[in-house]
């Protein structure tokens, strides 16, 4: 494809793109598509010669845009907000337009030194102390499974440049909660921690990390002769943003010289927000923490942002230098190759850059102060209709919420739960992600979707009481 | 951003794109940028006040063009090509204004499955059987540690369900070979193997690693009671394109029940020759394979392919399962978060989607044989010239080359080679990466930019002639 080319199948694709934004309220949150179903439309075979772009174009209608979730949705209540801020969309666009990679600094320094300014500003903007150094991630299940590898080697004294993990004499220990996401275990598992060396640490009625339970665990496994390493705690937990106490739970990770990751996935983009800052207090204890931008504040995906308090340790296990990637510049310049898993690098600094740049920060507050205020009005609307229960604080913007009509036992109760979640789903109006807590399904309605206004969460609430109101099928 | 300010503001930037693609060859490969002379023209803090779409895309032309380093430039013949093909970037485009997110299946279907038929179109492509399952990665770096944990974990019998790999009564040893690339020890080192557990297998004059020195250095550690668990070959290695003998290496691997990974990132592109494939041959013998398509193919970065014959086992390693993430049509489709680290994941898929429908499998085909033929016409020339050496041969499109002029010692040559490239890079005229080679520094020429015609590679012949020709200043 020519330059020329590209001009006028560009222009079709930004009119698209345009039309699909501003139309998709229309559409059916979530697709009908059964399994399988998209596969059957495609030649298993690659095409030999060319196809117009027309016929491309075509297909994303044809077969793309049936079989998608609408993340973009205003009624979108699922999972998170993953808010794609068109702003930050076209950010990416001249990302891959430029096609250059960040293998090295002097492999492009514009986007070696843009990212430096931007995870800056998102520090600034977050209130982080300048003693944090940033680097953009793809995802926060990377930062964990980085943070976890670091505090490995710490506590090892770099046993990597040894014997590695197999070498050491006592295992070390990892502890995290209950709540905190499914990455946790999962980093500790391939950073090779294993299964038997993650604790589960008891959390208190608002589903957030004990901090005496914490002192026990390690406490008990120093008396087994096992190593603390690492503690990961949430700031907003998946299920019901629950924030873990970092100001104690840091004294006890300083006093015990093990790591403190936080991982403020979602979270971490209120922190832009003074008045919710209190709710992370003891953040400066920490020695690495993952803020995802891609998901409420709307850089597009995927932009995660990987602060540190020791960037030297970092690099010291992350490093690679090789001849081929050795240029005069090093030594005076950030490789961020060195702060992180993959060698190549995208320019992914232009998705912030965009963003915070076309809105300015005012306007992000704004926004999601907007957000605050209708999971206000709903958990409102929850607590004052018979038999509908809120079921956790609405710390943020996320409520937990069970329809609990009389005379269900706790196994029918569930199926319900499951049921009218499922029709509502299934009817397109809406998209809802039901979850368990404490050991029972319950709905998350996750509000934070850019477009979602407060007519829209309005029409949710109306959905979900049509859908809960049908005919029991216990 | 309303979708009808990004519809104003898309065309905007598509123009540019299409402007900067068309007049890229104007530019300076490299530019002279300082470290710091990027960061010192962005204000310090973030603005609180929205800026204009012009003054944003203007900074693009004032501060980002001037800071790169032009990867889609005609004559850029460093590290490897990464081409972005300007279908490929509609794709990525596409993707991007979408906003979708692929945590599950159900989480966007489409998402899921195209990327299971395009996995499997370009299995096709490359001539690999069946027997193979694909899935999309971001980088080679991140698939090689995807590799050696699953190696891991089946030589132990999934350790990471107990005591990790810090329980394991002997050392599990990985073996690859010093013209492997730097993320294949880095990747070990994350993995929790150690250093020491790392054997660098002796490699043949051809920079090929030996299957019978791999041999004995499993003899060598099956006899000092560790455990041989895995072996890392590459298929074109970074510095020459040499290809490790893989029907060899791969018969010791199923001998010896160690697993085979084979990182062909960058040739693997080349398969798509049917007359390249002779040099991969054993690979169906391989457990694991990357191939990068955002190299020579042309798909936007980041698109690595990792395939497996065994998914199941990719599976159990990988898996994460908590309840909001659970949906109806599990266990009946495939979830991509279970293949790999990250949780959530782009629309990646239509970047290769876009690539090889708007091309054809005929055209990409034809491009690759070009970029074969210009590295065989520069072989000859600098065969043929007095002074000038090739230090490697030429299997596909990367030249190892050397300006050797008479009474020069090795040292006083080292530092000719570096003047002289650092001075045809600094010049503009063309960008060249230099490496070290047994020992010594040479020059790699990689050809195979989308737009590198003929007439560029002649160009960069004459000014590499022309620097290597100023005066020696040794």
Known sequence: MTPEEFRAAGHQLIDWIADYRARIAELPVMPPTEPGAIKAQLPDAPP?????????????????????????????????????????????????????????????PAL??????????????????PAWSGVI??????????????????????????GGLQAEPRPLVVYTSAHSHSSVEKAALLAGFGRQNVRIVPHDAQQAMRPDALAAAIAADRRAGATPCAVAATSGTTTSTAFDPLEP???????????????????????????????????????????????????????????????????????????????????????NRDWGIPLGRRFRALKPWFLIR????????ARLRRDLENAQWLAGEVRTTADWRLLAPVTLQTLCVRHEPNGLDADALDRHTRAWVDRLNRSGAAYLTPALLEGRWMVRVSIGAEMTERAHVAALWQAMRQAAAAPLTV
Chains 1, 2 share one sequence.
């Open 249 to 335: 739970i840091a004294a006890i990770a300083s006093a015990e010289s093990i790591w403190l990751h936080v991982d403020a996935a979602m979270a971490g983009s209120a922190m832009i927000l003074p008045e919710c800052r209190h709710l992370w207090n003891g953040i400066e204890g920490a020695d690495s923490l993952a803020i995802n931008p891609h998901k409420w504040l709307g850089a597009a995906f995927d932009c995660t942002l990987y602060y540190v308090r020791d960037p030297q340790h970092l690099v010291r296990v992350m490093s690679t230098n090789p001849s081929y990637l050795q240029t005069a510049a090093d030594g005076r310049v950030k490789n």
């Open 112 to 129: 070696s030194e843009i990212e430096e300014v931007v995870t800056d500003w998102m520090r600034q903007m977050v209130g982080l102390s």
């Open 137 to 162: 991630q793809d995802t926060a299940s990377t930062s964990t499974l980085i943070a976890l590898i670091c505090a490995r080697e710490r506590t090892t004294a770099y046993a990597l440049d040894r």
């Open 358 to 365: 076309e809105q300015g920060v005012a306007a992000l507050q």
């Open 48 to 108: 030999a010669l060319p196809e117009s772009f027309e016929a491309i174009l075509a297909d994303l209608d044809r077969i793309v845009v049936p079989g998608l979730l609408h993340w973009q949705h205003p009624r979108f209540f699922g999972y998170f907000p993953s808010n794609g801020s068109l702003a930050s969309v076209l950010g990416d666009y001249a990302s891959t337009g430029l096609g250059v990679l960040g293998l090295a600094w002097q492999a492009s």
